[in-house]
């Protein structure tokens, strides 16, 4: 039973994300762009003041699929790089904490634009 409220609060930690740039999108004149910048500063800010691991105690996957987990990620980095190795590090690190994630996403759009063919409009 608690892998079924497992289930329950990844999806609506990330429906809830999702639902807030739904909100966004239908009631601001914000490009989906502003938006999922928005998001990723979001991360990072409830990275810095440590409120995004009770965040991803409760949701998971849903809270660290959405980009707020990419920037997350990046602040974590920057956080760890600036205590360990000062201003370069905090320029550094959070670059190396998401390297591979950026990787992947690279690999994955090259394979993708390898199989799809584009139609103009």
């Known amino acids: 039973m608690n892998g079924w409220l497992d289930y329950l609060f990844v999806f609506l930690t990330g429906?809830?994300?999702?639902m807030l740039g739904q909100i966004?999108?239908?009631?601001?004149?914000?490009t989906?762009?502003?938006?999922l910048v928005g998001f990723l500063l979001l991360g990072v800010v409830l990275e810095t003041v440590g409120v995004f691991?009770?965040?991803k105690a409760f949701g998971k996957a849903g809270a660290t699929v959405p980009i707020m987990g990419f920037g997350s990620g990046l602040a974590k980095g920057a956080i760890e790089g600036a205590l360990e190795n000062g201003l370069i590090g905090a320029i550094t690190g959070g670059t190396e904490a998401?390297?591979?994630g950026i990787a992947g996403v690279i690999f994955i759009a090259f394979v993708v634009g390898l199989i799809a063919t584009p139609k103009s409009k």
Do not use: F, W
């Open 15 to 18: 429906g809830t994300v999702c």
């Open 24 to 30: 966004l999108m239908n009631t601001t004149k914000m």
């Open 32 to 35: 989906p762009a502003r938006i």
């Open 53 to 55: 691991d009770e965040i």
């Open 98 to 100: 998401v390297a591979a």
